[in-house]
């Protein structure tokens, strides 16, 4: 089993920046790659940025050159630096982590509101 907390969002001005955070706890072992979804009402779920545990990572072509995924040395949490924010990119930010197994957990959920 893997637990995953989100922390970090909140409300800033267009142009501003957040940083989210994901601690992960468990088999993490396991996890074969970790990303960042997001939910914005009446849209589904889409992804954001995704790391694999080789280091690779891809983003969707809307936040490319604005927002970075990466991870602490320990593995044990995974970060969304979000930077030159834009009204579009309110949502509900949800944490991903997938497994060897295909088996995918989810956190709770962070709310970023990008709004003057």
């Known amino acids: 089993q893997v637990q995953l907390v989100e922390s970090g969002g909140g409300l800033v001005q267009p142009g501003g920046s957040l940083r989210l955070s994901c601690t992960i706890s468990g088999s993490i072992l396991s996890i074969v790659a970790m990303g960042w979804y997001r939910q914005a009402p009446g849209k589904q779920r889409e992804l954001v940025a995704l790391r694999t545990r080789g280091g690779g990572t891809n983003y969707v072509d809307s936040v490319k050159g604005r927002f970075t995924i990466s991870r602490n040395d320990a593995g044990n949490a995974v970060y969304l630096q979000m930077n030159n924010l834009k009204p579009e990119d309110t949502a509900v930010y949800y944490c991903?982590?997938?497994?060897?197994?295909?088996?995918?957990?989810w956190g709770q959920g962070t709310q970023v509101t990008v709004s003057s």
């Open positions: 991903n982590a997938r497994s060897e197994y295909n088996y995918e957990y």
